[in-house]
């Protein structure tokens, strides 16, 4: 795993007590090949029970049961946090915000939910496109902000100050790369969800995904040489890890 990746996944996740197109898979990059083995995964998930009354409860939010509202929010609360979060910033005030539209959408959008990905999967995609709106309309404003401090990613874990230190330096070097780049590599290499589940939280094709993943890790490859080179260590740009 890449060392920002685990710098950030080391920060706990918080708890905190409607577009139409926020609720769409796409089809992008799909080749026939792919065609069977998608029929066959949407079968299995049909088939299994567990899934199949996360799907009538989500059916029910929408309807405007309470307690599958209830039981919506409580179930996928920290897992859109944690997305909005760390592609926003965890300390940026308009997380809460973008969490309240993603259960909105959410409960809006559930008639329209085909069962073909778990609720999970869905519902992150929703966190995942609201927080990119919200990130783009910020990197449109702040697109030539500089970098004030090291970045010192590279480190290994240590005592908690210092592992806080690191988090925080994750955070700020993640700020340099475009909402796209950041998106990608949080869903990919911080949360762990592969090509595929990104290309149906975002609608983006598997071959943009993978380019927009390298150019991530060229930038934060540069961001880190340049730090490790004010420190005397010495580096280049780096090349996609």
Not at 41 to 62: M, S, T
Not at 168 to 185: G, H, M, Y
Request: proline share 3%; charged share 30%; glycine share 10%.
């Amino acid at each position: 795993m890449d060392s920002l990746a685990w710098n950030l996944t080391a920060a706990p996740a918080v708890s905190y007590g409607d577009s139409v197109d926020d609720v769409g898979n796409g089809d992008e990059d799909e080749r026939p090949s792919d065609v069977g083995r998608n029929e066959a995964r949407v079968l299995q998930l049909r088939e299994d029970p567990e899934i199949q009354e996360e799907f009538e409860l989500l059916r029910r939010a929408g309807a405007g049961q309470e307690s599958a509202v209830r039981w919506l929010f409580r179930t996928h609360l920290n897992r859109v946090h944690r997305t909005v979060s760390r592609i926003l910033g965890a300390d940026d005030p308009d997380v809460e915000d973008v969490v309240q539209q993603v259960f909105l959408a959410a409960i809006k959008g559930a008639p329209r939910f085909d069962g073909r990905s778990k609720v999970s999967t869905w519902i992150t995609g929703i966190a995942t496109r609201r927080a990119l709106d919200q990130a783009r309309s910020r990197y449109r404003r702040n697109r030539w902000k500089t970098v004030t401090e090291s970045v010192g990613v590279g480190r290994a874990a240590g005592r908690p100050d210092t592992q806080h230190h690191a988090i925080k330096e994750a955070r700020a070097a993640l700020e340099e790369l475009t909402p796209d780049q950041c998106s990608v590599f949080v869903l990919y290499a911080v949360e762990g969800y592969t090509f595929k589940e990104i290309k149906e939280m975002t609608g983006v094709g598997i071959s943009t995904l993978h380019a927009r993943l390298k150019a991530a890790r060229k930038r934060l490859d540069t961001i880190v040489s340049g730090s490790a080179g004010s420190e005397g260590v010495g580096g280049d740009d780096g090349a996609a890890a």
